[in-house]
């Protein structure tokens, strides 16, 4: 049997409400005609995560076709293995295939993956790629060869979903089949293709990667860098610091090439990374930091100390230089310490 995967263990532990005194409350709720009452109800439920809400919650199901999404979440949230028949039901309809794969993905029982499963030899694409996607928040190893059939799919989304999947599950031996989905038409496929073969470490994808760093577009390139990154391949490295001096107006490709140069490790990077930590461009400054804590020298420790005290640069996802290169910081001085 698989274990439930650590985002769904850590949503229970963060969202689950230990106080139960409105329980009877929002039960009898689930009775009301009224189907906003009832939503609420469900809703409410959901992060009670109490088990003697699960019949009441089937029934309701059973009743109000209006009620069925905010139903099948509260029941995967509680995670009762008496709620895997009824989702198992829907999972085989296209409207309501997404909602009840993902209940029944965090249901730690083995009777949840056989309708899972049964659901990736659908007609239904939307019922393909809903059950690839809720076996690789399982990690299901078992079913991995049965997505690993769907990368060869007619539908775009089924083999973007199922190339996510094995790389959840970590299914290296779908290395090979991963490399032609570096052609793929659809844009979307290229770019988790290649985050998978970074997180499968399939370094035989390395001359695709600098292919596409050579010549593909700059959302290619961030992604082609960051594999690299992750492979440590060294033929890297030139294009790299082009990419990273480029005077190019596209920060998030300088982005991935500073990270990429840092995980590298090689020394030869050092200055360039060092003078990237004062570029204009805030977004090559945080990155800029996080390279010079991958790359491990420890002779960027002050610079980086520099940046903490006077580097208030925010970007626009709140990211600061100063909380990455406090990061680097510490990085360096773990290094430093298990050196000395």
């Not at 949503?11 to 906003?36: F, G, I, K, N």
């Not at 089937?58 to 509260?74: F, K, Q, S, T, Y």
């Not at 060294?234 to 480029?246: D, E, G, M, T, W």
């Amino acid at each position: 049997m698989s274990k439930l995967s650590q985002s769904i263990r850590r949503a229970r532990q963060q969202y689950r409400s230990t106080d139960t005194r409105d329980l009877p409350e929002l039960l009898a709720a689930l009775q009301s005609s009224d189907w906003v009452v009832r939503n609420r109800a469900a809703g409410e439920l959901r992060y009670k995560g109490d088990s003697s809400a699960v019949e009441p919650l089937l029934a309701c199901l059973a009743r109000n076709e209006d009620d069925r999404d905010v139903i099948m979440g509260a029941l995967g949230m509680i995670g009762d293995e008496r709620a895997i028949d009824a989702l198992a039901k829907y999972c085989a309809y296209p409207g309501t295939a997404y909602i009840a794969a993902s209940a029944l993905s965090a249901i730690d029982s083995p009777r949840a993956v056989p309708p899972l499963v049964a659901g990736l030899r659908s007609p239904v694409a939307v019922i393909r790629s809903s059950s690839a996607a809720a076996l690789g928040n399982r990690q299901e190893r078992v079913a991995a060869p049965e997505i690993a059939r769907l990368l060869f799919d007619n539908d775009a989304h089924v083999r973007e979903v199922s190339v996510r999947a094995l790389a959840e599950i970590g299914y290296r031996k779908a290395g090979r089949d991963l490399i032609p989905l570096l052609q793929d038409e659809a844009f979307t496929v290229v770019c988790e293709t290649m985050r998978a073969l970074s997180r499968l470490r399939v370094y035989s994808a390395a001359p695709d990667l600098l292919r596409i760093l050579a010549n593909g577009d700059p959302e290619e390139q961030f992604w082609a860098a960051l594999a690299l990154g992750h492979l440590r391949e060294r033929q890297a490295i030139v294009p790299l610091k082009a990419l990273l001096s480029s005077s190019k107006d596209d920060n998030w490709a300088r982005h991935a090439a500073a990270e990429a140069l840092g995980r590298i490790g090689d020394l030869s990077a050092y200055d360039l990374l060092l003078d990237a930590l004062h570029h204009p461009d805030v977004v090559t400054r945080i990155s800029a930091a996080d390279g010079l804590g991958y790359l491990g020298h420890a002779a960027a420790i002050p610079a980086l100390e520099d940046a903490i005290l006077s580097d208030k640069g925010v970007d626009d996802f709140g990211e600061s230089v100063r909380e990455h290169a406090r990061k680097a910081l510490r990085r360096l001085r773990r290094v430093s310490a298990t050196q000395s």
